[in-house]
Every structure is written in C-alpha cells, then in structure tokens.
C-alpha cells in the first residue's frame, strides 16, 4: 500500500503529465512495443527534435519488426546515418532477427527477458513493456534519473552502485498501478522539460514541495558531475578521390567504430596518399590537402585528415567489396557517419 506522501505525489505528476506532458510525439501515437522502442533506442543519445525526422523516416521504410528484421544491414545502416552512436543500429537489426526467429517477432513479457537483448538495458525494457505493452514497469533513464537524484537529494558519482540501487527503488516504489505509463512519459517530460540539467523549473513542477535539491537550492550537487577523463586525441588520413562525378567508398568492418557504415577509404600510416591509391590500383592527381576536421566520440577525438584527388588513368577502376563507386549527387543512399559526410559535402557544396 503506498503510503500518504507517495499517494499525493503520484496524483500531482499525472495531474502535471494531463496538463503538461507530451503527448503528440510520432511513437506515442498507435503505440506498439516495436514503436516504442525504436524510438527509446534513438532517443538514447539524441534530442527528441533530431530524433523526430529520423523516426519517421525509419518507420516508413521499416514499419514492423518483421521488416526490419528482413532488411540488410546496409539499408537500416543508411537510415540512421547521422545519428551517431552506429552500434544501436547494429544492436536493433540483431535484435529485431533474434526476435523473429525465437519468438515470433515479439517481445517477451518479461523485463528481464527483455533486457538480455542485444542493446537493451533495464530501463528501455520497462519502457517497451510499460508504454508499449501496458505491463506496469518502472523505468529509470537519464532524465528520469536526474529528477530522483534531486527529489531524494541523491548524489550519483560518490558510490554510483549503491546510488543506482536506491533510484530503482524509489522509481518502483513511485510508479502507479494504474497509469503507469503516464507515470513513465510524466517522469521523461518532466526532465526534459522543467528539472532540466541546467536551471530547472521547479515553479512548474509537481515534485515542488516535495524535492531536497529544491529545498536546499543544491541543483548542481545532485545528481552531481560525473568525473572526468582525460580524452585521447587520434588522427586518420583518408582518401577522397574522384572519377568523374562519383567517389570512392570503403565499407567498415561490421564491428568498431562506424561498423557496417561506408566512409573514405584510410590511408596506411606507413604510406603517402599517391602510394596508398597505387595500393588500391589507382593513378591519381592529388590535389590540395582539406582543412582537417575533428570529430569527438565518447572515448576519443579524432582528427581526420582527408586528401582529395582525381583518378588520372582509365585502368582498374573496377573497384571490388569493400570498395564501390558511389555518385556524388546519391551520397544520402549510403550510411556515412556524419563528419565523413561533412568532409564530402565541405569539398563538394553544390552536391549538399
Ligand atoms: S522541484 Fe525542482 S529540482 Fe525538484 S524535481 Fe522539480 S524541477 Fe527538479
């Protein structure tokens, strides 16, 4: 039986969440499992304004789990291209075939089930269940995360395991039995929207009289800054050669960094740009090197050095996998990361 306290909160957050919540987002409308997650698994790393074009263009192209888990890699690889973060496509594609050929092409109905999937933690799995299967399941993601962390007065960097403990508590002790999905969007709306990372709203919030970091005015010290780690920086030469008006393509190996993607080919550090095409059988005319650009992963930065060339003899230009010809004027078929795109489109404006 919940007590009091956490009765009067429950009714002020879905009263906020009818008020104020979201509720015209492309994935919350004929909500589906699939749906769902699609759309917990891009908004991981990426603000729901991005998100909402990529959503829309993935569900066209894979509307059912079926689909995508028929579709080639390359295909579903070229729909998240610009999103970053490569192995969460990598992750729905095996998963969505995993599902297909063990259970149906549904989701087990379980959140433990759920989250031993490729790419899926605890609190996607509550998602999927709760908002798209309407099994009660609490959920605990960034946004949802930093609001607890405020409410409890709970600092997630000083013992993070025991801090992760108490939040799935308090998540499970808060969410309703009845509404639990509204419970669940309420919590993502209210730390996107008013307990936001930087100054929150707390005028506007249902948690207000109820929440220490509002009390003590101690927004900064919870949940806190996750400590920081020294970045390494990288560098990569690649090559942009053209023959005509198509240029040359690498595909990744499907695992790493922008595994399965197509970017320009890398130059061995052993060898010149000029030797590195002669590699590849190529006689090219080098032309200025490009103003280098520097990308930053969460492990890493890397700056990438391209130079651009143009195919001086007519011989071997047949290019066999992992290597293809790909038209300047249909880049946006192929999956390529998003600084490779910027190089391309920085050396060729008119093909943007
Ligand atoms: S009262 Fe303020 S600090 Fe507390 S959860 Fe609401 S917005 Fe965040």
Redesign the pocket.
Known sequence: MPSQNTQAIQRAVLAWFDRAGRKHLPWQQHKTAYRVWISEIMLQQTQVTTVIDYYQRFMQRFPTLDALAEAPLDDVLAHWAGLGYYSRARNLHACAKLLQAENGGEFPLSVEAIAELPGIGRSTAGAILSLGAGYWAPILDGNVK???C??AGIELFKQPREAEKRLWALSEQLTPAKRHADWNQAMMD?GAT???RGT???K???????????RTQA?ER?PGKKPKKAVPLKQSRVLMLVDGKRLLLKQRPPTGIWGGLWTLPEIDPALSPIEQAAELGLSVQLHEAIPPLRHTFSHFQLDIHAFYGVIAARASRIMDAPYRWQPLNALHETGLPAPILKLIQQQFPEKS
């Open positions: 930093r609001v607890l405020r409410v209210i008013v307990c936001r929150p709203v707390c506007q919030c249902p948690f207000s009289g109820h929440c220490v970091a509002e927004f919870y």
